[in-house]
């Protein structure tokens, strides 16, 4: 072979190397997640976890009854791309016995642990979260099987969790001298109400001034005390959430600076429920955290034509 073949023969070999390397193969198609079996609220088997060689950080070992709750919104579970969405976050809730029940606990009511019950046809059992044991997971365990079967939350309870974690970043707080004027009331109230107050679902306070008011200046409270319809419709429990109500007024007019000039209890059915997003005047009232509302120039507007924050009243 000439000097000009055998180099001809070199450069195609170098040039075909060259185009090997710039031209890439199209990787492969990832592997889905079944939208049909994984979803807000879908409960992870902690056994799904250890096979596929996932890991999560724990304060304590999970208990045998203790469930991981996927809390992550449905489309990112989903999510086409895993170096988009790589994680998924879970709740972890633990099982407590009966006498562990706290109403304070319930709908929300503090944002940094929950109670709910998990009602089966052979059981009801009680479970806590603590908002620090929130923790996140490989999104590609969920490859490897499909959510607990024998442990399955319901709507309710699923949107309640979605919304209480996310109102753990989005609440909002009142001034500090209105804080520090019902701290201790606060405590006597979460006291009070351990015991009966999962009959309450949202307390509202909507204040006359959101300055940090002087000594010599007052701070006038619209109440309202939100409850379920059931609840309204049972005189019994009605009583009983009536004079929850009144607890909580006395003890807020007991404070030095505070008055609480009007409030009731309502059913939530009775409570506007329109929301918008770029209108905060618009009533945005969504069952299940203690709220306050902002204030007007009158206090005496009604109470759907007010903006709903969080207002927690057991620190």
Not at 103 to 120: A, E, I, M, W
Not at 252 to 265: R, Y
Not at 287 to 296: C, D, E, F, N, R
């Amino acid at each position: 072979m000439s000097v000009i073949g055998r180099w001809s023969k070199t450069f195609l070999e170098l040039l075909s190397a060259s185009l090997r390397g710039i031209v890439q193969k199209s990787p492969p198609t990832p592997i889905l997640i079944p939208h049909a079996d994984w979803r807000q609220g879908s409960v992870i088997p902690i056994q799904l976890i250890t096979s596929a060689q996932g890991s999560f950080t724990l304060s304590h070992p999970l208990e045998p009854e203790g469930l991981i709750i996927l809390i992550t919104q449905d489309c990112d579970i989903v999510h086409h791309s895993y170096q988009a969405e790589p994680y998924v976050e879970a709740l972890i809730a633990r099982p407590l016995p009966p006498e562990r029940h706290n109403g304070n606990l319930f709908y929300g009511k503090n944002p940094r642990q929950l109670q709910f019950v998990l009602n089966t046809p052979s059981s009801a059992q009680l479970y806590a979260v603590n908002i620090h044991e929130k923790t996140k997971i490989d999104r590609k365990v969920l490859l490897a099987g499909t959510p607990d079967t024998n442990a399955r939350l319901d709507s309710i309870t699923v949107d309640l969790l979605a919304r209480w974690t996310a109102k753990r970043y989005t609440r909002a707080a009142f001034p500090n001298e209105f804080n520090e004027r019902c701290r201790r009331a606060a405590r006597r109230i979460g006291d009070r109400l351990k015991a009966k107050s999962d009959l309450i679902t949202g307390v509202f306070l909507r204040l006359n001034s959101w300055d940090e008011l002087s000594a010599t200046e007052n701070y006038e409270v619209l109440l309202y005390v939100t409850a379920l319809p059931e609840t309204c419709n049972d005189q019994a429990k009605e009583e009983t959430a009536l004079s929850l109500f009144a607890v909580i007024e006395r003890e807020l007019n007991d404070c030095n600076g505070i008055q609480v000039v009007d409030g009731t209890l309502i059913a939530e059915t009775e409570v506007s429920l329109r929301v918008s997003k770029n209108d905060l005047q618009s009533p945005i009232f969504v069952p299940g955290i203690w709220t306050s509302l902002t204030s007007h120039p009158s206090i005496s507007r009604p109470i759907d034509r007010v903006f709903r924050i969080d207002f927690v009243i057991a620190w």
